[in-house]
């Protein structure tokens, strides 16, 4: 799929891990029963090897989502960041500076050690060179799952 404005086009993946790492908030789409998407905001954390984007998230053991996944892997993700509002009074025009990428891939749900991987690269995504403690005990009530991302694209509007 070609993008409209191949001049705000991310081609270089590290452009585009540099803008992932800037985002607070990843939002999934997984295919509900009814046909429509479910969409969730979720707080996530990441990996890249040998080009290889892995993204990480967690939730409570049961629900709608937990459910979902289970059903059908599929998922894609959207994350956004450095909003900036742009008016220009003198020509009554508006726009919006940002910096986006969105993707898509499969979920699995993660077990031992690599569930214990995962939420330190949660944490670490919030704590930058810090390695955040988090307490053991919250992990058999937690589930955690990995997204490979199989294709993603980002997308920068500058500011004027």
């Known amino acids: 799929m070609n993008m409209?404005?191949?001049?705000?086009?991310?081609?270089?993946?590290?452009?585009?891990?540099?803008?992932?790492?800037?985002c607070d908030v990843c939002r999934i789409a997984l295919n509900d029963e009814d046909g429509f998407p479910y969409i969730l905001p979720l707080n996530f954390g990441m990996t890249c090897k040998n080009g290889q984007i892995e993204l990480f998230f967690h939730s409570a053991t049961e629900g709608h989502k937990i459910d979902l996944i289970k059903n059908d892997n599929r998922a894609s993700f959207e994350?956004?960041?450095?909003?900036?509002?742009?008016y220009f009074e003198?020509?009554?025009?508006?726009?919006?500076?940002?910096?986006?990428?969105?993707?898509?891939?499969h979920i699995t749900i993660l077990e031992g050690d690599?569930?214990?991987?995962?939420?330190?690269?949660?944490?670490?995504?919030?704590?930058?060179?810090?390695?955040?403690?988090?307490?053991?005990a919250a992990i058999p009530r937690t589930t955690v799952y990995?997204?490979?991302?199989e294709s993603v694209t980002g997308k920068r509007k500058k500011k004027k």
């Open 4 to 22: 409209r404005r191949s001049d705000r086009e991310l081609t270089d993946l590290e452009d585009i891990l540099d803008v992932m790492r800037k």
């Open 146 to 149: 990995k997204l490979t991302v």
């Open 114 to 136: 690599d569930k214990v991987t995962a939420l330190q690269e949660l944490m670490d995504h919030y704590h930058t060179g810090k390695h955040a403690y988090f307490n053991p």
């Open 90 to 105: 003198d020509k009554g025009y508006c726009t919006f500076a940002y910096e986006s990428v969105i993707g898509k891939g």
């Open 79 to 86: 994350m956004d960041c450095d909003h900036t509002l742009q």
